[in-house]
């Protein structure tokens, strides 16, 4: 990750309330009833800062990042220098920000929390799609996310290049070993999710060889093979033989990536893309007017 470049197309934004919701949890956590550190500067006083990358990453939250100081100040002038999605070096100024330098102060930790983890897991993520570039294999994130921020993280997936599972337990259906066992089976299952919810991704995980045939044989739309040896997943794919995609999930490290790819599945799920976040080093360093 050494030259900074944008992403192939325009990332779509984040939606705005969300955001803003995000950034007043997050503020009202930091400063309660005010900032009594913040309250020793002279009120008008300004003051110019500069953001800067102290490593190689790829950038994510400028959203939640603005929203912080412009909910403490909406006169703050934020410049910047990269898009999410890029790639940054380290050393690299990200952004330049100028006004009330109570406000800089009293939203810098809040604004670099969110876009510290969210570059994080976008960082995380480009390095897993590296591992499969070349390959038919898309790299997946889960459920396993941040207690409300699911939706930050996963838009921080997309900016590194990642694909999106489904957001929730609404909006696609996936059956698990014990919805199969209190259905009465994978084809019971399948008949009553079809019935229920006709319009939705339905997606079975399979343990075995047997139950993949089943799965198939039932219809599904995508089947998660979960902790297969590499020969089963080998046949899984040749059974399969493309009639249905395969989702390969449990277990799965960056260093396993390339070999699980090169199986022909269709896509690798992991929890690791936002559940073992490293946050992005990054450096505000203020100046006043």
Not at 81 to 99: E, K, N, S, T, W
Not at 279 to 284: G, K, P, W
Request: charged share 25%.
């Amino acid at each position: 990750m050494n030259a900074p470049s944008s992403p192939a197309a325009p990332l779509a934004r984040p939606d705005p309330i969300r955001v803003d919701a995000d950034v007043a949890r997050a503020l009202a956590e930091d400063i309660g009833g005010g900032d009594v550190t913040a309250d020793l500067l002279p009120r008008d006083a300004t003051a110019s800062a500069v953001l800067t990358c102290r490593e190689d990453a790829v950038l994510a939250g400028q959203d939640w990042f603005d929203a912080c100081f412009r909910h403490m100040d909406p006169h703050v002038v934020i410049q910047w220098r990269a898009a999410d999605g890029d790639r940054l070096a380290a050393g690299q100024v990200i952004c330049m920000l100028h006004g009330s330098a109570r406000a800089l102060v009293t939203a810098e930790r809040s604004a670099l929390n969110f876009l510290q983890l969210l570059s994080g897991t976008a960082t995380t993520t480009a390095r897993f799609v590296a591992e499969v570039a070349g390959t038919r294999t898309r790299i997946l994130d889960t459920r396993k996310t941040l207690p409300g921020l699911r939706m930050a993280q996963k838009y921080a997936v997309l900016c590194g290049g990642g694909t999106n599972h489904r957001v929730g337990l609404f909006d696609a259906i996936l059956v698990k070993e014990n919805h199969i066992i209190a259905a009465g089976g994978i084809d019971r299952a399948v008949s009553a999710g079809r019935t229920m919810h006709p319009r939705l991704l339905l997606e079975v995980e399979v343990e075995t060889l047997d139950e993949l045939r089943q799965a198939i044989d039932a219809g599904v739309d995508r089947i998660l093979v979960d902790n297969f040896s590499h020969e089963n997943l080998l046949e899984a794919v040749r059974i399969a033989d493309g009639r249905v995609p395969l989702e390969v999930s449990g277990n799965v490290e960056i260093a396993s990536l390339a070999r699980i790819a090169a199986t022909g599945v269709d896509f690798i799920s992991t929890g690791a893309l936002t559940k073992h976040v490293r946050a992005i080093d990054l450096s505000l360093r203020l100046q006043l007017d």
